[in-house]
């Protein structure tokens, strides 16, 4: 019900971040939101013995357009990017896989980064990112590192991230306002994606399918974005989606019942996507 | 650790522990006990209040993180005067019937304050889908959502009938339009 | 104009919306000073010996006071039931064995709440695993065995029939099908979780403070249980967060709760966090039925049958008695000449079953629903036409059936029609045909149940106090325990309506036994049909006495005098601008108060119909419900804003057992579904707006003829709901699909019939 106790420092930079991140090593955890940190917390599952908020660093906070890139700050809320024009814009998958994260009150505190950092493969953000082919940027005492998001994840809620680093930016190819989807899979609205398909359209016109919930980790429907590349039928290549996928079984359904799920939703998806 | 938080308008302070849970210290430090705690899984919104203004879970936020920042409950919402309820949200809870046991609904009421607060244009399907993190056990939510497109001076049976007609695709469907 | 049958806004809310309700655990009465915090270590498997705890680690933490085991408490174990097998008593805190994860096996006491929970942490306890067993079929083989000196885990003879079954049941039926069928454990899950707190004052008799929905019976179970007079105990009741039945009566925490305080010296509190709750809180339903339904390819139904077996639960309570009631709704709206039921109850190592909304009457009607279904289904018949060609003619009623139930009036095939009507049912089939020639993936679905309920049964006495003051203001005091339902208006209306007092100056109090000393409480949907009565009949009796003093200080004839209802005054009639003198004017002169007890007698049955409307997605199985026109005819309507209400509420839990809720266990006991984020409790996203339709059929049981309203919206809907997405999947093959009809269950079902 209520964490076992801990120290808590709030610190005023990214820098004296950092140094407090090296100071504490394993024995520290970042606090951005708070939404997959404090209910984990609260279970009495995790308890640092100190807590980092880095929730309020504006230097962590902002959505722009880079180059040919978006970067977003990682402690940008969910929120911010649901009402971003930037993000509607240039990447309006992105807003309509956060608008589907929690409720209004858990979008008002998570954040990107937080999520990603976190990397729940049940999660919606993570495999939206790896349809993007987004980029991890991660900051520490080696200094900054870009990471791409197909190389982050390595297993389940693990990362290359190190302890003593920070996810600070996220990078994404401006993907535009269209040739996306999201169909997300649920008992009831609120709930972790049963499966969930995330399609994006490169800037090269590749199409990108991002699954959730299939695996230990956020995976690619890599199949079927060849079979569509080779210029097979929608149906066809949605018929693909579930290869190299292992997923898990619980009380919302059986890896069966997964693997004809995701082919039905991947090809939903991308009938939307193409529409 | 010493935190100082205005609540409903007032300044508040004490020493707690960093653990200590913002919907904890409403409760004790402050005595404002309306806001519920009702799970421990961030799911049931009985907790919600506003920090600057906007809707939160006070059980899944730290009391430290709200340090110097601005808290509302339901009992910051106005007061009942000559027979009324003075805020337009509780008062159309009220006239409503969007209430039963209680328990539920100072989350309720902040959560739909938001919401209305961040889309004035409700429908129904908005209400529903905008109260997804908070449950009631008695109400079946029929005149909560009544209640909340009242209060965004909304007609609620023109809302649910345009609701029926206007068949967006339920919960769980697609969500992605492609090409807007 | 009568204020009775009016859209009235509750007397509750001004408080309940501003500075907010008072539950158990918002109290800060001066008598709860210094209150120690209660924390219970509790259970994490399923089923095991306790070989030995080591509270000294506990004992040295911050904040603690005192920490107990079971070896302290000097409680002797209580039988939970009274029908229920001797042997399966349940202990204040375990000793030697636990039987469901989640059972408390020790209580640690500390000065702040916080601190509680790294104490219990600490207490060290070695549990030596026994074979666990959770599936009921398994539990009556008897081969792991909750409680070796019960000698089987079967919990009573009660429901055991004096005679054999006839054979000849189903013996000139053209038609007979039969299936086996699951009603599956669901959590009450009110969004207040239990609480209780406790003081001793230092005339010796001790407090309680604590969330239930019956304070007087629960004030004898836990004087009971505490071997104390009941006079020596006093439950003073906060609002309630919700109940449901859940909190129908006492929990044993209540007791230990009292113990631990009059062990230590001091106040104790105890709040129960949402986890503890979902396996420490009594759940609902948990019945295999298999039902057995025969007649005539004409749709004459001719013979049913259900057979029970009902999950007690590790420790047997107030679930051991429903399966009488299943049994004697069995038949449910229909004239069917032959009936038999059995019902068993078993013990296994889970959470105990109680009363759920509809306790024992959703199972009755969930499982006759279903055959009329799987009948109408054989014959190839329209379920509509089905229904009404065999549901209890208007003529015959009272009436009373083969399970002994005396039905005392219904409308049923009116309200069936009235609900098909309203629906535009065929213009919904039509809609499903499209769909199906056109093989859309969302496919329509319609499900109709037809139900009747019993309400009031088992407690039909209640009390009421009403007095005028002096002031011009009233109170009542009543024997219900409101936790939601809107007693408070709903009783001032009643006394208003014959005192001509106005609903603003009346105050209704209940929960307080030193104040109401005898009550039962608010369960079964009686309240209105006795507490509200009881409240009319006092406020009658009061005008009475009022007009017999207003008479000598009048000089007037008794019959002569009648309240005016404008004024709240005995005035002469038809001579207005004569002498006339006011309630309060008699109160002020003598005490004017009236303590009524009424008996109802006899339960009532509230009847209905519902069409429920689904879309299923046959490539994913899930399903939404679109909409629910209900039917739910409890007799005159006090007060429609309220009433509506329950109807509301009772058919978001209906739709919700019937799609989305179970309570799930893994082989070891292990509970999966322990939380509010993976038990499926609805979100308003999960739900539509309902379709009300209003009918009103009196009973002739009471003089006002009110039945209750409480339970019957989820008693129809579920059956309704579980119908339609069947109905949505009929064409391919499918037949019947448990319930919760979760995405998955339906993608199961099209993929096995489509072999």
């Known amino acids: 019900m209520i964490p076992v106790g801990f120290e808590y420092e709030r610190p005023e930079s990214l820098e004296a971040a950092l140094a407090l991140l090296a100071e504490h090593g394993e024995g520290a955890t970042v606090l951005a939101g708070g939404h997959s940190l404090l209910p984990v917390m609260k279970l009495r599952l995790a308890a640092p013995e100190i807590v980092i908020d880095i929730g309020r660093l504006a230097e962590l906070n902002y959505i722009r357009v880079d180059g040919d890139e978006i970067a977003i700050g990682a402690a940008t809320r969910y929120r911010d990017i649901v009402i971003s024009d930037v993000l509607a814009r240039e990447c309006a998958l992105l807003v309509a896989v956060t608008r589907t994260v929690g409720d209004p009150q858990v979008r008002h505190r998570g954040t990107l980064g937080g999520a990603l950092a976190h990397g729940d493969p049940a999660g919606d953000l993570p495999a939206a990112v790896l349809a993007l082919d987004g980029t991890i940027v991660l900051r520490g005492p080696r200094g900054e590192r870009k990471v791409p998001i197909t190389e982050f994840y390595t297993g389940v809620f693990t990362s290359v991230k190190e302890p003593d680093e920070l996810v600070v930016e996220i990078r994404l190819p401006r993907t535009g306002s269209t040739g996306w989807a999201y169909e997300k899979f649920t008992r009831r609205s609120n709930d972790w994606a049963i499966v969930a398909v995330a399609v994006a359209t490169l800037p090269s016109g590749r199409r990108q399918i991002g699954l959730v919930n299939m695996g230990g980790t956020p995976l690619r429907a890599s199949a079927t974005e060849a079979a569509l590349e080779a210029g097979e039928s929608i149906e066809k290549a949605a018929a693909l989606a579930a290869e190299g996928t292992e997923p898990p079984a619980d009380n919302a359904g059986t890896p069966e019942y997964r693997r004809h799920l995701v082919t039905v939703l991947t090809k939903r998806a991308l009938q939307t996507a193409t529409a | 650790m010493k935190v100082e938080i205005t609540v409903n308008g007032a300044i508040t302070s004490a020493d707690v522990e960093p653990r200590t849970l913002l919907a904890h210290y409403l409760r004790e430090n402050v005595g404002l006990k309306a806001t519920n705690i009702g799970c421990d899984t961030t799911s049931c919104g009985a907790c919600t209040v506003l920090v600057d203004g906007e809707s939160v879970k006070s059980c899944t936020v730290l009391a430290v993180q709200a340090d110097q920042q601005s808290v509302t409950t339901m009992e910051g919402l106005g007061t009942y005067a000559d027979g009324e309820l003075t805020h337009p949200v509780t008062a159309a809870f009220r006239q409503g019937h969007g209430l039963q046991c209680g328990f539920c609904t100072p989350g309720m009421v902040m959560a739909a304050v938001s919401l209305i607060e961040e889309n004035p244009d409700l429908t129904e399907a908005d209400v529903r889908e905008g109260l997804e993190g908070n449950l009631c056990r008695c109400t079946g939510y029929h005149n909560i959502v009544r209640a909340v497109l009242v209060a965004a001076g909304k007609d609620p049976d023109a809302a649910q009938a345009a609701g029926t007609a206007d068949k967006t695709v339920a919960p769980g469907f697609s969500v992605g339009e492609g090409d807007k | 104009m009568s204020i009775l049958g009016t859209r009235v806004v509750r007397t509750e809310d001004p408080v309940f919306l501003t500075r907010g309700a008072t539950y158990t655990d918002d109290l800060t009465d001066e008598r709860l000073t210094g209150a120690l915090h209660l924390t219970l270590v509790r259970s994490p498997i399923a089923h095991a010996t306790i070989t030995s705890i080591d509270v000294e680690a506990a004992k040295e933490a911050p904040g603690v006071v005192a920490v107990f085991t079971g070896a302290d408490v000097d409680l002797a174990p209580a039988l939970l039931f009274p029908a229920a097998n001797k042997a399966m008593v349940r202990p204040f805190l375990a000793t030697d064995r636990v039987r469901y994860v989640g059972e408390a096996v020790a209580a640690v006491l500390t000065e702040e709440a916080y601190q509680g929970e790294d104490a219990a942490e600490l207490v060290d306890v070695d549990y030596e695993p026994l074979d666990v ?109 919700g109940g449901f039945g859940a909190k129908i ?17 001091r106040p104790v509190r105890w709040n129960e966090s949402r986890s503890e709750n979902m396996t420490g809180m009594v759940q609902g339903r948990g019945q295999l039925q298999t039902i057995t339904i025969g007649g005539d390819r004409d749709g004459t139904v001719k013979a049913y049958r259900l057979d029970v077996v009902a999950d007690a639960g590790a420790y047997p309570r107030l679930g051991v008695v429903l399966p009488m009631f299943t049994k004697m709704m069995a038949p449910g709206t229909y004239d069917i000449p032959k ?76 309200a069936i029609d009235l609900a098909l009507e309203t629906a535009d049912y065929a213009g919904l089939r039509a809609e499903q ?192 419900v679109e909409r629910i026109y209900a039917v739910d005819d409890a007799g005159p309507i006090l007060n429609p804003l309220i009433f509506d209400g329950q109807r509301h509420g009772g058919i978001a839990q209906g739709i919700a057992q019937a799609l989305l809720e179970e309570v799930v266990w893994d082989d070891e006991g292990q509970p999966l579904t322990g939380s509010f984020a993976d038990y499926g409790i609805p979100s308003a996203a999960e739900l539509p707006s309902f ?52 995405p998955l269950r339906v993608w199961e079902a099209i993929q096995e019939a489509a072999k």
């Not at chain 3, 149940?449 to 407690?459: C, D, F, H, K, R």
């Not at chain 3, 999947?729 to 979760?742: A, E, F, K, N, Y």
Request: charged content about 25%.
């Open chain 3, 249 to 265: 009566g006492a929990d044993p925490e209540f007791a230990l709760v009292a113990w631990l305080s009059k062990k230590v010296g």
């Open chain 3, 433 to 624: 045909e499209a769909r199906r020639k056109r093989g859309d993936a969302v496919q329509l679905g319609i499900g109709i149940s037809s139900y009747v309920e019993i309400t009031g049964g088992g407690a039909f006495v209640e009390n009421a106090t009403v007095e005028v003051h002096a002031d011009g203001t009233v109170t009542v005091l009543t024997g219900t325990s409101p936790h939601g339902q809107g007693h408070a208006t709903a009783w001032a209306m009643l006394a208003s309506d014959e005192l001509g007092i106005p609903i603003e100056k009346i105050t209704v109090i209940h929960g307080d036994t030193d104040l109401i000393p005898k009550g039962a409480g608010t369960m079964g949907s009686r309240s209105l049909q006795t507490g509200g009565i009881a409240v009319h009949n006092a406020a009658t009796e009061l005008v009475e006495l009022a007009k017999q003093r207003a008479a000598e200080l009048l000089e007037a004839d008794v019959d002569d005098l009648e309240i005016d209802k404008t004024t709240g005054s005995v005035v002469v009639k038809g001579a207005p601008g004569a002498k006339s003198v006011s309630l309060a004017q008699l109160a002020e002169a003598d005490e004017l108060k009236i303590y009524h007890e009424f008996d109802g007698k006899a339960p009532t049955f509230p009847f209905g119909a519902h069409v429920a409307v689904v879309e299923v997605d046959v490539e994913s199985g899930k399903a939404t």
């Open chain 3, 691 to 742: 379709d009300l339709i209003t009918m009103e059929t009196r009973t002739p049981v009471n003089a006002l003829g009110y039945k209750g309203i409480g339970e019957a919206g989820t008693i129809g809907s579920c059956p309704a709901v579980q119908n339609a997405v069947i109905d949505a999947v009929s064409h391919l093959g499918v037949s019947h699909i448990d319930m919760p009809l979760t």
């Open chain 3, 133 to 241: 067993v959770v599936g009921m079929k398994d539990a009556l083989t008897d081969e792991v065995l909750l409680f070796p000196e019960a000698g089987t885990n079967s919990v009573t003879s009660m429901h055991l029939a004096k005679e054999e079954a006839p054979e000849d049941l189903f013996a000139d039926c053209e038609v007979v099908v039969s299936r086996e069928i699951v009603n599956q454990r669901v959590a009450a899950a009110p969004l207040e979780t239990r609480a209780a707190s406790a003081y001793w004052g230092e005339d010796g008799r001790c407090t309680i403070f604590c969330s239930t929905q019956n304070a007087q019976s629960a004030r004898d179970e836990v004087a009971g249980w505490m071997g104390i007079d009941a006079k020596d105990l006093r439950l003073i009741l906060p609002d309630v967060g």
């Open chain 3, 339 to 414: 009936v038999w039921s059995t019902a068993q109850v078993v013990a296994t190592n889970t959470t105990s079953t109680a009363a759920y909304r509809g306790a024992g009457r959703p199972e009755a009607t969930q499982a006759i629903e279903r055959a009329m279904d799987l009948f109408a289904d054989e014959i190839g018949m329209d379920p509509a036409e089905l229904r009404k060609k065999n549901v209890i003619a208007p003529e015959k009623f009272p009436f009373t059936t083969k399970g002994g139930a005396p039905y005392d009036s219904g409308e049923y095939a009116k």
